[in-house]
């Protein structure tokens, strides 16, 4: 079976400064790996994806991701974040085959929280 | 374009009653998933379908769950003699095909008394 670990639940941060979350997954398939942001009463937006090819890839908002198979890694970074990028944070896999197939898995989420 | 539709946002209901959540996906999107967002459990896949057929049916917590999807179209998740731990924000998401992204409805915040 697949997991995902986002390894910080909190991560607070001023106005302008870059920002990291991180994210872990294991899995014994070869996967999909996505990021959701997720405003205050609202759905899951997609911020990003990677699925194949450049390791970097590049989101919504400013926000871009790099997949590191060795590492089992898919954090995510922005340079400089906003007062607007305060929501919650969502890092996913997706299995490309066996029992598990079709189903997204979640990380239990970061909350980022940008002061001014 | 039109998002991912669901109905009621919001539903209150006393512990016991059935409630019937809706779930209209974006036209086009042959797959469709549940999932379940609770404070303790976080982000819990319920089933998918495809088409009108649901390969996956494992992450139904109970046999009070079930969930029915016709003309490849709009779906519906009942829940039975529903029970306070059922109290969640249950999401709805579709996709052109199963490997292809998920796009999310905006939920339906269920509260049972």
């Known amino acids: 079976a697949q997991s995902v670990t986002q390894l910080d639940s909190q991560v607070p941060v001023f106005e302008e400064a870059p920002v990291e979350l991180r994210c872990n997954y294991s899995s014994s398939v070869s996967v999909y790996l996505f990021w959701y942001v997720q405003y205050p009463n609202q759905g899951l937006q997609l911020l990003l994806k990677?699925?194949?090819?450049?390791?970097l890839v590049k989101g919504i908002n400013g926000f871009e991701a790099e997949f590191n198979k060795s590492q089992t890694s898919f954090h995510l970074r922005k340079p400089s974040v906003h007062i607007s990028d305060t929501a919650e944070y969502f890092c996913?896999?997706?299995?490309?085959?066996?029992?598990?197939?079709?189903?997204?898995?979640f990380g239990q989420g970061t909350i980022l929280t940008v002061h001014p | 374009g039109a998002g991912v539709s669901q109905s009621p946002s919001n539903k209150v209901t006393e512990k016991g009653k059935d409630v019937e959540l809706r779930c209209d996906p974006i036209?086009?999107?042959?797959?469709l998933y549940w999932y379940r967002q609770s404070l303790g459990q976080g982000l819990e896949f319920l089933i998918y379908?495809?088409?009108?057929?649901?390969?996956?049916k494992s992450g139904l917590p109970s046999d009070r769950f079930s969930a029915e999807r016709t003309g490849g179209s709009v779906s519906t998740l009942t829940i039975q003699r529903t029970q306070q731990e059922d109290s969640a924000v249950y999401l709805c998401?579709?996709?052109?095909?199963?490997?292809?992204?998920?796009?999310f409805g905006d939920g339906t915040r269920l509260s049972i008394l």
């Open positions: 379908f495809q088409g009108n057929s649901a390969p996956d």
């Open positions: 998401a579709s996709s052109l095909y199963v490997d292809q992204p998920q796009h």
């Open positions: 996913a896999v997706w299995v490309t085959g066996g029992t598990s197939y079709g189903k997204l898995t």
């Open positions: 990677y699925l194949s090819g450049s390791t």
């Open positions: 036209s086009g999107h042959t797959a």
